[in-house]
């Protein structure tokens, strides 16, 4: 269960004992990692350390042991933050690790890339923090008599190379067991800038479940493939015998095509790992720890003798965010679609929430996350994780030259050095805001309020919605909308060109200044629980003329929108900005716009998260079922159709025939399109936040056509939610559980009414 609010949660201080820490430098000889090592003879016996607590943190990746033994169970640590600014240091408990040795106590570091630098960006970009690698540390140990020891990283200690040749987040790990580490060679100092070391505040990056091959077979060229049943995100871990100097390589891929791994999807990226084996008789253990990969293929070649399923494992790996929401229903393929949400989820929320896990990309862009934070702050705790992201976010704007939310964040795509662009006109907008990618400031921070109830964190988060709204004022046309420069729009419409994803039916602008008046409300509704009256009724008056303007520019009276798409129908419903009689035509126009595409899909970024919830609170609600339910492409339940275990990116990411979309951009976990989970929670299912954080708790389950029956549960800050309903012939039965204490209203389908508190509930 996640902690009950409380009124504020600043940052754990760090203590003192890094200021006596050098930066130590991790040069990669050769391009293979370091390995940092000091040995230290105890001040007292290893029996009578009664603490030891080591603080650690990197430019790049690292890997700390104690006598041997592995500091903590986290990987890819300090994670990926916008390191100019905040660079997390971690701090373990290593008390049994000290112990387990003899009277001297050994630390070692192996250090990578990472996020620093190296192949990383964008393509082939070559965006780097920096040229050199580094690491820094303090071991502080407690003994019985209250005496303490310090053993910090300084010029005592030494350097070797490891084995491990090449490690990049997007090309893969790379190991030759054969190679001699070398005489140890003296440590470099550099410097690592102390003012933006912070505590961690971000979940740990951890392993997960591992998956064994489902499948294993010959492909029609001869190559050996793998088919572990998932598309996940993490490695091959696997324990192999065989002759010294005999190569393995594992290629990475998400889907097949003509019956060999589909490679194209991930560009540039080669994500490939390998293992040059020293011929070690007692076996070699491979663990390509300094990368990840977005996979359910792999091909494996150099296997000495016969590969079976339980000599090689997938390790998942994403940030340790706990599952905190469920649902199943009388409809496999909407099972199934929760799934696919549930793997994108954990598949992409790894150190940052990314676009994608996979290809030459893996970035925090900023408009996925915004389509889908509702969804994903049901699905997990995701608290500590957007928080962090957020401070983030924050932090960009808040460095020169942008005055801005940038499209990413980390915003990695201002230190990109050459290769691909991701701008039509080759460059990167730095004074124009954008709408939704933008608006995440606002819309992730909304969503965690809802969620959880931190005033404290919403305190932290209302600067950066106050920087976002400064920009898009300073943008607006003098007739006060949101129709001047760059927008992404309804990114990725069905009925886009497979490479201009931008030219969506909706009208950019209409979608823009929607999207304004529904940040601004929510800025000046964080104002009012601050205590801010000048920035409520700011932040009030610009939504309040945003929306006049809308109106007489885009609105008619006979309720149609303009570009009269199912979008900007949506979002005009969903965000509350039509007048009580314009509201209920534009509310018939979408379901006949839904309608008349056959209950295809017709949204992108912007639209789809809204779409269900704009028929269904209008009345509408057989034809929300219906457009949830078609499987015919574009729709949710195509993919699904497919074979899919995650969300895809495009609507028809692989197409009918079984070939992958042409498009550049053809990402098979991808999970903004999901954001139709968050109306399947709170809807079809029927669990909804009555005040933020569910200290009160609404009740109010739709049943529609296709769905005979629906269960879930939702572990919220107040407790364990259960729903479980059946529509049978004799009718519609429902069944609660609530949290004790907390005050629930009870929405039937014929809309009666009941307040319950606490415990088990039947109607």
Not at 116 to 129: I, L, Q, R, T, V
Not at 217 to 243: A, E, Y
Not at 638 to 645: D, H, I, L, R
Request: charged fraction near 20%; proline fraction near 6%.
């Amino acid at each position: 269960m996640h902690p009950a609010p409380v009124p504020d949660r600043p940052a754990p201080a760090l203590p003192e004992a890094l200021a006596t820490a050098d930066a130590l430098a991790a040069t990669q000889e050769g391009g293979r990692a370091t390995l940092l090592t000091r040995t230290v003879a105890l001040a007292r016996p290893a029996s009578q350390v009664t603490r030891a607590e080591l603080l650690a943190t990197a430019h790049g990746v690292y890997e700390a042991r104690v006598n041997g033994l592995p500091a903590d169970d986290s990987v890819l640590n300090p994670g990926w933050t916008v390191y100019e600014s905040r660079l997390q240091v971690q701090r373990v408990d290593v008390t049994a690790q000290v112990r387990a040795g003899d009277d001297h106590v050994r630390l070692s570091a192996l250090v990578g890339r990472g996020w620093w630098n190296g192949d990383f960006g964008f393509g082939e970009a070559d965006a780097n923090y920096g040229e050199d690698n580094a690491f820094l540390a303090s071991l502080e140990i407690t003994f019985e008599d209250g005496s303490t020891q310090q053993i910090v990283t300084d010029e005592s200690w030494t350097a070797i190379s490891s084995p491990i040749t090449a490690a990049t987040i997007y090309h893969g790990q790379h190991e030759d067991r054969r190679l001699e580490p070398g005489p140890p060679r003296p440590v470099q100092v550099t410097e690592i800038d102390r003012s933006t070391l912070i505590a961690q505040t971000s979940p740990l990056i951890t392993r997960h479940e591992a998956l064994h091959p489902t499948t294993i077979w010959t492909s029609p060229s001869g190559k050996t493939l793998l088919d572990f049943g998932q598309n996940l995100v993490g490695w091959l871990r696997f324990t192999v015998t065989g002759p010294e100097g005999t190569t393995i390589t594992v290629r990475h891929a998400e889907v097949l095509e003509h019956e060999e791994l589909g490679t194209r999807p991930l560009r540039t990226a080669q994500a490939t790992d390998s293992l040059t084996l020293a011929g070690d008789p007692q076996g070699e253990t491979f663990e390509p720890t300094f990368t990840f990969h977005g996979f359910r293929y792999a091909e494996v070649t150099g296997w000495p003798g016969e590969l079976t399923a339980e000599d090689v494992e997938a390790v998942v790996v994403h940030s340790a965010i706990e599952r905190t929401g469920w649902f199943e229903s009388s409809h496999a393929g909407v099972n199934q679609l929760i799934s696919n949400s549930i793997w994108s989820q954990r598949g992409n929320f790894l150190a940052v929430p990314t676009d994608c896990p996979q290809r030459d990309e893996r970035l925090g862009w900023t408009g996925d996350i915004a389509a889908y934070a509702a969804t994903a702050a049901f699905q997990f705790d995701v608290d500590d994780f957007l928080h962090n992201w957020l401070l983030d976010v924050r932090a960009e704007v808040e460095l020169p030259p942008l005055s801005f939310v940038p499209f990413v964040v980390p915003d990695i795509l201002k230190l990109r050095r050459n290769g691909s662009d991701p701008f039509a006109d080759g460059e990167e907008p730095t004074e124009i805001p954008t709408a939704i990618w933008g608006d995440a400031a606002v819309w992730v921070a909304e969503a965690l309020w809802h969620a959880y109830g931190d005033l404290g964190r919403l305190r932290q988060h209302y600067p950066g919605m106050v920087l976002h709204l400064e920009s898009v004022e300073r943008a607006l046309s003098p007739n006060g909308l949101w129709e001047e420069g760059f927008q992404f729009g309804d990114w990725l419409d069905p009925d886009a060109p497979p490479e201009a994803a931008a030219d969506a039916k909706a009208d950019k602008a209409v979608v823009a200044t929607a999207c304004l008046i529904r940040s601004a409300r929510f800025a000046a509704e964080t104002a009012r629980l601050l205590g801010e009256t000048e920035g409520a009724e700011r932040w009030q008056t610009l939504a309040d003329r945003t929306l006049a303007a809308f109106t007489a520019e885009y609105v008619g009276e006979d309720g149609i929108i303009r570009s009269d798409c199912a979008t900007v129908y949506a979002l005009a419903i969903a965000f509350d900005l039509l007048e009580p009689a314009i509201h209920e035509k534009a509310a018939a126009r979408l379901a006949e716009v839904v309608r008349e595409a056959g209950y295809r899909v017709t949204t992108g970024f912007a639209g789809t998260p809204f779409v269900t919830w704009a028929l269904s609170e209008t009345g509408h609600v057989e034809d929300a079922y219906r457009l949830l339910l078609e499987e015919g492409c574009p729709s949710w339940l195509y993919p699904v159709s497919m074979g899919a275990t995650t969300i895809w990116e495009r609507w028809d990411s692989m197409l009918p025939d079984g070939s992958i979309n042409p498009g550049e951009m053809t990402s098979f976990n991808h999970y903004a399109l999901g954001a139709v989970a968050d109306w399947v929670y709170q809807v079809v299912l029927g669990i909804r936040a009555a005040e933020p954080g569910y200290r009160r708790i609404r009740i109010q389950p739709t049943p529609g056509p296709g769905i005979d029956w629906a269960k879930g549960a939702y572990d919220s800050a107040t407790g364990r939610i259960e729903v479980s309903w059946e529509v049978t012939e004799q009718g519609f039965t429902l069944e609660v559980d609530v949290p004790d204490a907390v005050e629930t209203e009870v929405v039937l389908p014929d809309g009666t009414r009941h307040l319950v508190t606490g415990g088990h509930h039947t109607f």
